[in-house]
C-alpha cells in the first residue's frame, strides 16, 4: 500500500475506531467470568510501553479447560489483549488476539478425521509448526505498536539484562522492518487501518533453545497469521499472509495446499513415518480451513465445532519422533554432567534405541576430551549445537564403523529376561499428582487393559482389597494397571508375592518417576497439577488455606523407596515435567515394544488423550483436610529446588577446597546432617510486629493458587568449624514464569535490603547443638571481610541457578 493511500484509509479511523457491539459484549463477559471464577478466567494490566497512559488487559484462561465441552468460555482465543476506551470500562477495544485453541487429531469430538471430512471444507493449508515462541504484533493507536508475546508484554522480570519474549520479539521486529525499509508508524497504520493482528513464532536460539535448530537464515520472526482483532476467529488465506511477510520482512512460513481431508491425512502419514519434510525434522502441522454448514440428518444438523459456519478452523498434527529421542539425550547429558560420566548414571529405559546408544558413547568422549563445551548445557544452552556435532559426526567414517560395531556387540540382558510371561501387571511408581491415573485411563480406552484404583476402595486397611482386585482382573484380562503410588518397597513386594505362583507367569512392568530431580522440583510440580485437577480426585484436593495437599505429598516423597534393579521384570522411566500427551506417547511406545500391542494411529491417541482429561471419578471419599486448622507459620522462606549433596558435594571434591572444607563436608555426609529440604529463610515470626507488612506479602504469596517461581544464583560455599551455608545472589522472577499478577516482581522490587544481603541456604550443622540460624551471622561476617578472624572459609559456586517459591515453612 502506498503512503498516499494508507493516509487516505487512516482518515476514515480515529483513535478510538468504531467497535463491533460484539467485540465490546465479549469483554465485558470476560470481566464477569474472572470475578465470579477467577480460577477460570484472569486479566493482567499493563501500561502499553509504546505509550504509558494507555492501560492494556492481558486475558488469561484456564489452559485444562479449553478442553471442556461445552465451553466454559465466551472465546476460544488464546492470547488475547484488550483496551478500555471509556472512564467507565463499558466500551472496550480488542487491540491484539490470537488464534482459537486448536486441537491435535482426536482429541475433542470435532477433530477426528471423520468429523472434519464432514465439516470443514477445501482448501486445506498446511503449515509448517514453528519451533519457538509466540508474537503478537497490532496497532495501539494509527503510529505506534503494541507487541506481546501470548500472554504479556514490557520488561522481563528477571533480573540483570535477562529480556522477556515480547522485548526480544520487538527488537526483531524493528530489524525485519529497517531491513525492508519499512517504518513502525507504517506498520502501525496499516494494521490499524486492517484491524489485523500479525502473528508470528519467534524462532532465536541465542535468546531460546528449543529442539528445532535456526541458523542465521532462519532466526528472526516467523510470520504465520493476519487474524481480525475481532470476537470471531477469522484469519487471512495464507497468500495473503506470505505476501504481508514479503513485503514488510519478516520470515515466510513454509506451508502446502491440499484439497481434501483424505489428502491431508495420507500426507501427514507418510511425513509422520519419516520425522521429515523437504530434508529437514519437524514437529507438525497446522492445517488451516475453514467451518462448512452442517450436514442434514432426519431434519437437524449433524453435530459440530463450536464455530459458526465461514469461521476459520485450525487444527493440529503432532509428530511424535524424533523429538522423544532428541529429549531422551538432551535429558541423558544432563545427568551424565551432573552425576558423572558413566553408563551406570544413566536409566536403562532410555537406551532401548541404538542411535542413543551411540550418542552416549559419543557424549561421554566429548566430555571426556574437552568438558568446556558443555559449560552452558544445564542453563539450557548449546544442547542443539552438542546434537548436531553428533549428527555431524555419525555421518563420518568413524560414526558408521561406532554403529556398525554396536550392532555386532550382544545386548546385555538381565537375568530371567528370556522368561515367557503369559500376564503382565503395569505398575506405576510414583506420587500424588504425577497423572498415573490419566495414563492409566488413556491405556485402558486404547488396549482394553484391566484397570484397578487404590482410590476407590473406601475401607481403612485397603492394601489387601487392592491386590485381590489386581489378580481377580488378571482372570480375565492380559494386562492390568495397579493404579497405585507404589511408592514403597513392600507394595511391591505384595504384587510379587501374590503372583508368585500364577499361571502362566507374570511379568511387573513398572512406570518409574524416579526421583532424579531436586525434591522441591518433583513437590511443586506434583502440587501444582492437584491444584489444577481441584476436585477431581476421590480424596486429595487442593486446600489453599491449609496447605494440607503439600504435606499429603512431602509425606509420599520424604517416604518412597527408589525402585531397585530386582523388583520388576521392566522399567519405563517417566519425565516429572513432561505434559500428559507425551508421558501417554512414552507409555504407549513401551507398551508397543514390550507388550506388543498395536501402535494406535494418531486420531486414536487424541481421543485417549480426550478420554482421560474427561475422566472423574466414581466414588468420592469424604475429606478431613479441609476441616483441619492450618499449623501455625513460624517462618516463610523461599523453598529452594536444588540437590545440596549433588552440588556441593561436586565443588568441594575439586582441588582447590581447602583440606578443613572437604573433611568438614564429609562429617555433614556421614551424619547425614546435610538439610534435606533446604530453603532461603525470608521473615521469621519472632521478627513481628516489626516486619509485619514482610509477613503479610509472603503470605500472600504462599496462599496464592499457582505463586510465582522465583530463581536465585548460588554464589559461595561458606563454612567454620560449626556450620557450612551457600550464598544466594541475584533473585528474580524466573523467566519461565509469566507472573501474571506481578506479584512475584513487587515481592522482588520491595524486599528490604537487609533481608537481601543475609540470604543464605544452611547447608548443614555440626551437630543437634549448633542452630542453623547462625548461618546468618556466618554470611554477614564473611562478606564483611571478617571471615579470616573468625575462622571462615570459602569457595566459589559457578553458574548454579536454582528455583523455588515462597512458602509458609513450620520447621
Given at each position: 500500500m502506498a503512503d498516499s493511500e494508507l493516509a487516505e484509509e487512516l482518515e476514515k479511523f480515529t483513535i478510538s475506531p468504531s467497535i463491533p457491539k460484539e467485540d465490546s459484549e465479549l469483554i465485558d463477559d470476560l470481566h464477569k467470568l474472572s470475578k465470579k471464577n477467577p480460577k477460570l478466567v484472569k486479566s493482567t494490566e499493563y501500561a502499553a510501553p509504546a505509550d504509558l497512559s494507555i492501560k492494556v488487559h492481558s486475558w488469561k484462561m484456564n489452559e485444562f479447560k479449553y478442553y471442556d465441552v461445552p465451553s466454559p468460555f465466551p472465546t476460544l482465543a488464546r492470547g488475547l489483549f484488550t483496551q478500555e476506551l471509556d472512564a467507565s470500562c463499558t466500551k472496550h477495544r480488542i487491540v491484539a488476539r490470537g488464534y482459537d485453541k486448536f486441537f491435535n487429531i482426536g482429541e475433542v469430538p470435532w477433530t477426528t478425521w471423520e468429523s472434519l471430512k464432514t465439516h470443514t471444507g477445501a482448501p486445506y493449508t498446511l503449515t509448517l509448526k514453528s519451533n519457538g515462541c509466540i508474537i503478537f504484533m497490532a496497532a495501539l493507536t494509527p503510529t505506534k505498536l503494541l507487541v506481546t508475546s501470548k500472554h504479556a508484554l514490557g520488561h522481563s522480570n528477571a533480573s540483570g539484562d535477562a529480556e522477556s519474549h515480547a522485548q526480544v520479539g520487538e527488537k526483531w521486529l524493528r530489524k525485519h522492518l529497517a531491513d525492508a525499509g519499512k517504518t513502525e508508524e507504517q506498520f502501525a497504520g496499516t494494521l490499524w487501518a486492517k484491524n489485523w493482528t500479525a502473528v508470528a513464532e519467534l524462532c532465536d536460539d541465542s535468546f531460546e533453545e528449543h529442539v528445532l535448530p535456526y541458523g542465521p537464515e532462519k532466526t528472526g520472526l516467523h510470520l504465520h497469521g493476519l487474524n481480525e482483532s475481532s470476537k470471531q476467529f477469522k484469519t487471512m488465506n495464507q497468500d495473503v499472509v506470505d505476501a504481508f511477510a514479503r513485503e514488510w520482512g519478516f520470515i515466510v512460513t513454509h506451508s502446502l495446499v491440499l484439497?481434501?481431508?483424505?489428502?491431508?491425512?495420507?500426507?501427514?502419514?507418510?511425513?509422520?513415518?519419516?520425522?521429515?519434510?523437504?530434508?529437514?525434522?519437524?514437529?507438525?502441522?497446522?492445517?488451516?480451513t475453514r467451518v462448512i454448514e452442517p450436514p442434514i440428518e432426519d431434519g437437524k444438523p449433524v453435530s459440530a465445532p463450536p464455530y459458526r459456519a465461514g469461521s476459520s478452523f485450525f487444527f493440529k498434527v503432532k509428530f511424535d519422533e524424533p523429538y522423544m529421542m532428541y529429549r531422551d539425550w538432551r535429558e541423558i547429558t544432563k545427568t551424565l554432567l551432573a552425576k558423572g560420566i558413566s553408563n551406570a548414571n544413566l536409566h536403562k529405559s532410555k537406551l532401548r534405541r541404538p542411535e542413543t546408544k551411540l550418542y552416549v558413547n559419543w557424549v561421554i568422549d566429548e566430555i571426556k576430551r574437552d568438558s568446556c563445551q558443555f559449560e552452558g548445557y544445564t542453563r539450557g544452552k548449546g544442547i542443539i549445537a552438542t546434537r548436531q556435532r553428533f549428527l555431524k559426526w555419525r555421518e563420518t567414517e568413524a560414526g558408521s564403523t561406532a554403529a556398525i560395531e554396536m550392532e555386532k556387540a550382544p545386548e546385555e540382558k538381565k537375568p530371567g529376561e528370556e522368561k515367557k510371561f503369559g500376564k503382565t501387571i503395569i505398575v506405576p511408581i510414583a506420587v500424588p499428582g504425577v497423572g498415573k491415573t490419566s495414563i492409566a485411563v488413556a491405556l485402558s480406552y486404547l488396549f482394553g487393559f484391566g484397570h484397578t484404583q487404590s482410590d476407590d476402595i473406601k475401607i481403612k486397611k485397603a492394601a489387601p482389597v487392592f491386590i485381590k482386585n489386581v489378580i481377580n482382573l488378571l482372570k480375565t484380562h492380559d494386562v492390568v494397571i495397579a493404579d497405585k503410588n507404589n511408592h514403597l518397597k513392600q507394595h511391591r513386594q505384595q504384587l510379587r508375592d501374590a503372583i508368585r505362583d500364577y499361571d502362566p507367569p507374570v511379568r511387573l512392568m513398572a512406570l518409574n518417576w524416579s526421583f532424579d530431580q531436586p525434591l522441591s522440583t518433583v513437590h511443586r510440580i506434583c502440587g501444582d497439577r492437584v491444584v489444577f485437577r481441584g476436585d477431581n480426585h476421590q480424596s486429595l484436593h487442593a486446600n489453599m488455606e491449609t496447605k494440607a495437599h503439600e504435606d499429603v505429598i512431602w509425606q509420599f516423597i520424604n517416604r518412597a523407596d527408589e525402585l531397585a534393579d530386582d523388583e520388576v521384570d521392566v522399567s519405563v522411566e517417566m519425565d516429572w515435567e513432561e505434559s500428559l500427551e507425551d508421558a501417554l506417547t512414552r507409555t504407549v511406545d513401551a507398551c508397543v515394544r514390550t507388550l506388543g500391542v498395536p501402535k494406535p494411529d494418531q486420531e486414536k491417541m487424541g481421543e485417549a488423550l480426550a478420554v482421560a482429561r474427561g475422566y472423574a471419578p466414581t466414588t468420592k471419599k469424604p475429606t478431613a483436610e479441609k476441616t483441619k486448622k492450618a499449623p501455625a507459620v513460624r517462618y516463610f522462606g523461599l523453598l529452594a529446588e536444588v540437590d545440596l549433596v549433588d552440588v556441593i558435594g561436586r565443588r568441594l571434591a575439586e582441588a582447590d577446597t581447602p583440606s578443613e572444607g572437604k573433611k568438614f563436608w564429609d562429617v555433614l555426609?556421614?551424619?547425614?546432617?546435610?538439610?534435606?529440604?533446604?530453603?532461603?529463610?525470608?521473615?521469621?515470626?519472632?521478627?513481628?510486629?516489626?516486619?509485619?507488612?514482610?509477613?503479610?506479602?509472603?503470605?500472600?504469596?504462599?496462599?496464592?493458587?499457582?505463586?510465582?517461581?522465583?530463581?536465585?544464583?548460588?554464589?559461595?560455599?561458606?563454612?567454620?568449624?560449626?556450620?557450612?551455608?551457600?550464598?544466594?545472589?541475584?533473585?528474580?522472577?524466573?523467566?519461565?514464569?509469566?507472573?501474571?499478577?506481578?506479584?512475584?516482581?513487587?515481592?522482588?522490587?520491595?524486599?528490604?535490603?537487609?533481608?537481601?544481603d543475609r540470604m543464605h541456604i544452611t547447608v548443614g550443622t555440626r551437630d543437634n547443638d549448633v542452630p542453623p540460624v547462625e548461618a546468618r551471622e556466618l554470611v554477614w561476617d564473611w562478606k564483611q571481610k571478617e571471615g579470616a578472624l573468625k575462622g571462615i572459609e570459602s569457595v566459589e559456586l559457578k553458574d548454579v541457578w536454582v528455583n523455588g517459591r515462597v512458602r509458609g515453612l513450620i520447621s
Open positions: 484439497q481434501s481431508i483424505p489428502e491431508v491425512k495420507e500426507f501427514t502419514e507418510a511425513v509422520g513415518k519419516s520425522g521429515e519434510w523437504n530434508g529437514e525434522a519437524l514437529e507438525g502441522f497446522v492445517v488451516r555426609l556421614s551424619k547425614k546432617r546435610v538439610t534435606p529440604r533446604p530453603h532461603i529463610t525470608i521473615v521469621h515470626s519472632r521478627n513481628l510486629p516489626d516486619q509485619k507488612p514482610l509477613w503479610e506479602q509472603c503470605n500472600a504469596l504462599h496462599a496464592q493458587e499457582s505463586s510465582p517461581l522465583f530463581r536465585f544464583r548460588l554464589g559461595h560455599v561458606v563454612w567454620n568449624d560449626r556450620i557450612m551455608a551457600a550464598t544466594v545472589l541475584d533473585l528474580a522472577v524466573s523467566t519461565n514464569d509469566t507472573d501474571p499478577d506481578q506479584t512475584g516482581m513487587d515481592f522482588v522490587l520491595q524486599l528490604p535490603h537487609e533481608v537481601k
